[in-house]
């Protein structure tokens, strides 16, 4: 899956000149967290809501409001805006900004054309809701977990202990376990698991864990 069919096309931007009550409003109003920073076409930043609570002043402060009102409104974005944005491209992976986001530990990505222009915004609720709908959560489904030994040809018998019984799997993922053991988690329409599961015990791959998640 790629990113522009997750990502949300043509966000709001704002440029360096704005103020900091300027993009304080554009976030409450839209309920965003972060704004990219747009000066002529150009990417040159990026403004959170973590900034901006940066630079909001203490309630402890002996300043006025009116004192306060006057030096945020002189307060600029690119005062305060992150310079170092880290971009993904509009033809890149789901699982590209995935690992974007895990390895910089932050919230979202601005995404790029080709031409370096902001064509949208990818956050971690994003990947999240991915995650979600490629793996079946909301449809209902029954999640089987079994243990197998990595070997070529291991996907293909187990698939084909589905196929014998005449039942549809909706997705499927494996991982690898701290100790080489591969798990496989398979979603499946399965009204009766007893066959099954005798079955894949029997070439050496049984279910270790099995829910209906709905």
């Given at each position: 899956?790629?990113?522009?069919q997750?990502?949300?096309?043509?966000?709001?931007?704002i440029?360096?000149?704005a103020?900091?009550?300027?993009a304080?409003?554009?976030?409450?109003?839209?309920?965003?967290r972060?704004?990219?920073?747009?000066?002529?076409?150009?990417?040159?930043g990026l403004?959170?809501?973590?900034?901006?609570?940066?630079?909001?002043?203490?309630?402890a402060?002996?300043?006025?409001?009116?004192?306060?009102?006057?030096?945020?409104?002189?307060?600029?974005?690119?005062?305060?805006?992150?310079?170092?944005?880290?971009?993904?491209?509009v033809?890149?992976?789901?699982?590209?900004?995935?690992?974007?986001?895990?390895n910089?530990?932050?919230?979202?990505?601005?995404?790029v054309?080709?031409?370096?222009?902001?064509?949208?915004?990818?956050?971690?609720?994003?990947?999240?809701?991915?995650?979600?709908?490629?793996?079946?959560?909301?449809e209902?489904?029954?999640?089987?977990?079994?243990?197998?030994?990595?070997?070529i040809?291991?996907?293909h018998?187990?698939?084909?202990?589905?196929?014998?019984?005449?039942?549809?799997?909706?997705?499927?993922?494996?991982?690898?376990?701290?100790?080489?053991?591969?798990?496989?988690?398979?979603?499946?329409d399965?009204?009766?698991?007893?066959?099954?599961?005798?079955?894949?015990?029997?070439?050496?791959?049984?279910?270790k864990?099995?829910?209906?998640?709905?």
């Amino acid at each position: 899956m790629f990113i522009e069919q997750r990502m949300t096309s043509n966000p709001i931007t704002i440029t360096s000149q704005a103020t900091i009550a300027d993009a304080s409003e554009l976030m409450r109003t839209n309920n965003f967290r972060r704004l990219p920073v747009v000066d002529g076409g150009t990417l040159v930043g990026l403004i959170t809501d973590r900034d901006l609570r940066a630079v909001a002043p203490s309630p402890a402060t002996t300043l006025s409001i009116f004192e306060l009102n006057y030096l945020l409104a002189k307060m600029r974005i690119k005062d305060i805006m992150q310079k170092k944005v880290i971009t993904i491209g509009v033809d890149a992976t789901v699982e590209e900004a995935a690992l974007l986001l895990y390895n910089h530990r932050i919230g979202g990505l601005v995404v790029v054309d080709k031409q370096g222009a902001v064509v949208g915004v990818i956050t971690e609720t994003d990947i999240f809701k991915c995650f979600v709908d490629v793996m079946g959560l909301t449809e209902g489904k029954t999640r089987l977990t079994i243990d197998a030994t990595d070997k070529i040809g291991l996907l293909h018998e187990i698939t084909e202990v589905f196929s014998q019984l005449g039942i549809n799997i909706c997705s499927m993922v494996s991982y690898t376990l701290p100790d080489g053991q591969i798990e496989y988690v398979i979603r499946a329409d399965i009204a009766e698991t007893e066959e099954l599961a005798k079955r894949l015990e029997e070439i050496g791959h049984p279910i270790k864990h099995i829910v209906y998640i709905k």
